[in-house]
């Protein structure tokens, strides 16, 4: 069997008036929301001003790259890293002995060139040896911290993922696991 309520319809008088905002519905959603000022455009101009001065000057400096190492021989290896334009810098490096008893480097070698990419020679170095350096660019000596490498030790046999023998160039070979590759 089906119930009915009834409800009281409400009516506003003259003694219940709405709020003068009503005439501008943006003003009551505003007042009704606490962290909404009603002068969002303080806001926003702070907001834009904030990313001119305080996020794009990060952008506009210089792009550094940890240095990397190339060209690495028994008795050499290259030090490269991306810095300021136009800048320069230098490489200090020891051996990780001469490093670890002294807390120093033994050399230091100037890059010749200036530019975004640098890349300094370091040779005359001892075979089978580990090594400490530092690229120190000119515009920010401490912008990289030490970084360690080890050179080839003399004539030591390239081993190769298929049948150790070395493959003639266009010769298809069996890897390890039954797959194959052509060279």
Known sequence: MPTSRKCSIVSLD???RLPR???RPLRLVLRSIPHISAKPCTYLLASVLFLLLGVVPVFAAADYWVPWVTNLTTTSATINWRGADG???KVEFA???YYDEH???QHTVISETTGTYQHVALT???SDTSYVYRARPSDN???FSNRT???NAGERPLHLPCDQRFPRSGETVQIRGGRHCQV
């Open 87 to 89: 800048g320069s810098g």
């Open 95 to 97: 051996t990780a002995s």
């Open 14 to 16: 003259a003694a219940e």
């Open 124 to 126: 005359d170095l001892e």
């Open 21 to 23: 905002n009503t005439r």
């Open 103 to 105: 807390h120093s480097f």
């Open 149 to 151: 490498f080890k050179n």
């Open 141 to 143: 000596a401490d912008q």
